[in-house]
């Protein structure tokens, strides 16, 4: 997965990147920076201790601290610099300012509406896109191409309407093919949002935020609360003292493990595991993912020569600490081709080769 952080300047874009990173040098002006991370997890924590093997594989997600966006940057060209940047991106994170009084201009905080700014650059940017391209359809003149010219301008004109309105497309209720289609321009508005709120250390619940919350509500945009600064410091501290000075601001999990959760769940992403004597390992697949794309994950040929799958459910196997006792238990499911994997599984692939 491949997550770009996205904000004004100011915002702590950058504090949090270091912040879910633990990054420290990183690129300056209107550079991007990527680091990739391992995704925290007590269930392959527990996995390692039962199986004890010289090798561990986390679940990994990148994250991208992208250009800074200013008003105005979608009319002077600048934002579809991003959008060269963050093609690939799966999702995208809002950092939005929300501590303070007033920013470095002395301009008076409004985080509704710097979201709605940012929201706005970024509609205006896909709008760009899409009129550039129905600019060429209309010069084409290849009459072959003619049905599916049509087809194409069809959907990019309706793409055009909402855009104009400050819409985002992932909000036009677009058909599977309608979609493959659109994939191909990289369009930021497509890919799903989500906002963090970094607030201040006084303002942990994000009170002074409820502005913007409630345009998020409106947007359908899910968000986390977070002070970068504050994040930022516990994460260069020896994990072992990190939760307890969480726990000293009230703070029951790290906001590096909230925002990596809401991440998953915006993208509904699961993970799944596979264990023994020589490997503990963490699989990321979409929600819906059935056994033999599961296989195919770990490895083609399992997905080719897929019989079955042997699953066992993490909380078992965390009771019982054994394969064979969880198997002794009837705790251990044969399952074929249609089985839907589960979050946690942990699961035994049976091939042919």
């Known amino acids: 997965m491949k997550i770009g ?7 702590g874009k950058s504090s949090c990147f270091r912040m879910l990173t633990g990054k420290r040098e990183q690129a300056g002006g209107r550079v991007s920076d990527v680091a990739v991370v391992p995704v925290p997890d007590p269930r392959t924590a527990r996995l390692v201790e039962i199986f004890s093997p010289p090798k561990i594989v986390h679940a990994e997600i990148t994250f991208l601290d992208l250009l800074s966006v200013r008003q105005g940057d979608s009319c002077e060209g600048e934002a579809l ?4 940047i963050a093609g690939d991106a799966d999702a995208f ?18 985080p509704a509406a710097d979201l709605e700014t940012v929201l706005l650059e970024m509609a205006l940017t896909d ?34 309407e909402h855009l104009s309105q400050g819409g985002a497309i992932r909000d036009l209720g677009l058909a599977e093919d309608e979609l493959k289609y659109l994939r191909g321009f990289s369009l930021l508005t497509l890919k799903p949002w989500m906002v963090a709120l970094n607030v201040d250390e006084d303002d942990l619940e994000g009170e002074r935020a409820a502005g913007a919350r409630a345009i998020c509500a ?36 790290l906001g590096r493990d909230r925002l990596i959760r809401a991440a ?16 503990v390992h963490a699989w990321t697949v979409s929600e819906g993912a059935t056994a033999p794309d599961a296989a195919g994950r770990i490895h ?21 600490c054994s394969e064979k006792l969880c ?4 705790l251990m499911r044969v399952e074929g081709r249609t089985y839907k994997m589960t979050d946690g599984d942990l699961v035994f692939i049976r091939f042919s080769r």
């Open 264 to 279: 998953y769940s915006l993208l509904r992403v699961i993970t799944f595991f596979t264990a023994g004597e020589k490997e």
């Open 127 to 160: 709008l760009q896109t899409v009129e550039t391209r129905l600019g060429r359809l209309a010069k084409a003149t290849v009459q072959k191409k003619e049905v599916h010219q049509q087809w194409e301008m069809d959907i990019l004109q309706r793409c055009q």
């Open 218 to 253: 409106e947007r359908h945009l899910p968000w986390v609360v977070l002070c970068a600064p504050l994040e930022e410091e516990i994460a260069q501290l020896p994990p072992e003292e990190q939760a307890s000075f969480a726990a000293d601001y009230g703070l029951q999990d």
């Open 327 to 330: 198997r002794d238990h009837g």
């Open 93 to 110: 994170v809002l950092v939005l300012q929300c501590f303070g009084v007033m920013d470095s201009c002395g301009n008076t905080l409004d």
């Open 5 to 11: 952080l996205v904000g004004l300047p100011g915002s």
């Open 300 to 320: 083609s040929d399992l997905e080719a020569g897929f019989i079955r799958a042997e699953i066992i459910p993490f909380a078992a196997m965390d009771e019982h």
């Open 81 to 84: 610099e991003l959008v060269k």
